[in-house]
């Protein structure tokens, strides 16, 4: 093989090299961007703990998922039925209209409320179980990494920017949405500073 065949195939070679690098490239931002974008409503992280819980690996933690199901629930609730009445999930945005209101409701069935069904039906009352700390430690991680007003589009910075019968809905979730937080972050301390009396004790 001449020199310059020789030269030729490694620049061939490093051409296809580069091509797999670039892909692989592609491949990890397209996963990151996918995680983001799931990983970033509370739905899903309730749904995966869910599934441990219900295939038996987090049965001490029942209160917790009761807890964080139940918050999947209620605010999956409103955002389809009271406002902004507009579901989105990854790469698809759903707004729910008459002409739709089946798909979006049976969605929300189905990924808000079934999760705590299922729980409370294989909750047991009569076994040890936790104090509900996991439960505000997720919930407080998931505030501390994203933002529900932002993430589910309440508006809440500018409740005017919305259509006439939409104002007052605003303003009603939102002031939701700030008490559960205030209550989240009481309850979060308290049942911590009552670990930390116990463990003195």
């Not at 209209?97 to 069935?109: C, P, S, Y």
């Not at 069904?117 to 505000?136: N, P, Q, T």
């Amino acid at each position: 093989m001449s020199v310059i065949t020789t030269k030729a195939s490694t620049f061939y070679t490093d051409i296809e090299n580069l091509k797999l690098v670039k892909l692989g490239r592609n491949l990890m931002k397209l996963t990151g961007n996918v995680f983001r974008e799931t990983f970033k409503y509370f739905t899903t992280w309730a749904l995966i703990l869910a599934v441990m819980f219900y295939i038996g690996k987090l049965n001490y933690y029942q209160n917790s998922l009761v807890l964080i199901s139940g918050i999947v629930s209620f605010f999956g609730f409103i955002i389809i039925y009271y406002y902004p009445r507009y579901l989105k999930i990854p790469y698809f945005e759903l707004e729910s209209k008459k002409e739709n209101q089946h798909i979006t409701r049976f969605i929300d069935f189905m990924a808000h409320q079934v999760p705590l069904i299922l729980i409370l039906l294989k909750y047991k009352k009569g076994i040890k179980s936790d104090s509900m700390i996991l439960g505000l430690i997720i919930s407080s991680l998931y505030l501390i990494f994203n933002n529900p007003n932002k993430v589910y589009g309440f508006k809440c910075h500018d409740c005017g920017d919305n259509t006439k019968e939409d104002i007052h809905r605003c303003y009603i979730t939102c002031f939701i949405i700030n008490l559960a937080l205030i209550l989240l972050v009481i309850t979060l301390l308290c049942k911590l500073l009552y670990v930390l009396q116990n463990n003195k004790n």
